[in-house]
């Protein structure tokens, strides 16, 4: 556990001295205020809610983007510099070092979502409006769906470049946002083998519609906390499996 937290805490630092990190987090800021001054041009709908929509949806994409760029280049740069090399001569096993840099990773998105989320709740006050469990809620299943990502990014990073890790993440973004319809899709209009493979498919993939309470939250509709719990248990298995799979891969690397 201590080997784990120690690369876990060195990801984190190296994360939060990246620049990478203040760019994305600097713009994520102007654009949560910048909805705050363009709301009064909207017609027909409560300022405080175009507020928060928006803000909800770029703290998704920004926690994104940050998960897929930095995971992207993480392992490749301590392979580049060969600082792998010295961590592995240490007893620390694969499994650990790649569950380490989950959690750096994870640690820095979270601090990096919470500035975000401090400066969305003084927007929405100061329009009147108030942040409620919905709201909260939907930004937890955000941290979620970046965790899911975060394995993702790093299952793809054991075995190939830092573009072709982003294009693949990339991809599986898409794809996952998009499998439960497509899956509706195919059970109305496909054949028999197009719902094999969509079903196959859908498996496999994220199912990051799980992770969307947006609309609920920014509506006030009624959410139900059973369902969420669901979709914890749903991350945490997902990102188990993918971890688990990014060592068996990264265990076949050699670093001599």
């Not at 995971?71 to 060969?82: A, F, Q």
């Not at 394995?151 to 075995?159: A, D, N, R």
């Not at 899956?183 to 209009?189: P, W």
């Not at 509506?219 to 991350?235: C, E, K, P, R």
């Amino acid at each position: 556990m201590e080997r784990i937290v120690n690369i876990a805490f060195n990801t984190f630092r190296e994360l939060i001295r990246g620049k990478l990190l203040y760019i994305v987090l600097f713009f994520g800021v102007i654009l949560i205020i910048s909805t705050y001054i363009l709301s009064p041009l909207s017609v027909g709908a409560a300022k405080d809610k175009i507020i928060t929509d928006v803000a909800l949806a770029f703290i998704s994409l920004f926690g994104i983007f940050t998960a897929v760029v930095s995971g992207s280049t993480l392992v490749h740069k301590e392979v580049d510099k060969r600082a792998v090399y010295m961590i592995f001569t240490r007893p620390v096993t694969r499994l650990e070092y790649l569950v380490g840099k989950f959690f750096g990773i994870m640690a820095a998105l979270t601090i990096m979502v919470m500035i975000m989320v401090a400066v969305t709740v003084v927007v929405v006050v100061f329009s009147g409006g108030s942040i409620t469990a919905g709201i909260l809620a939907a930004i937890f299943l955000s941290l979620l769906e970046m965790a899911v990502i975060t394995s993702i990014v790093i299952l793809f990073s054991t075995f190939t470049s830092p573009i072709l890790t982003f294009f693949f993440t990339l991809c599986m973004f898409i794809a996952g946002s998009l499998s439960g319809d497509l899956r509706v899709f195919a059970e109305k209009f496909g054949s028999q083998a197009m719902k094999f493979i969509v079903d196959t498919f859908y498996y496999i993939l994220p199912n990051l519609k799980l992770f969307n309470l947006r609309h609920e939250a920014v509506h006030g509709m009624n959410f139900q906390y059973s369902d969420i719990m669901v979709t914890v248990g749903y991350a945490i298995v997902y990102c188990s499996v993918i971890i688990y799979f990014s060592c068996l891969i990264f265990r076949k690397r050699e670093f001599v």
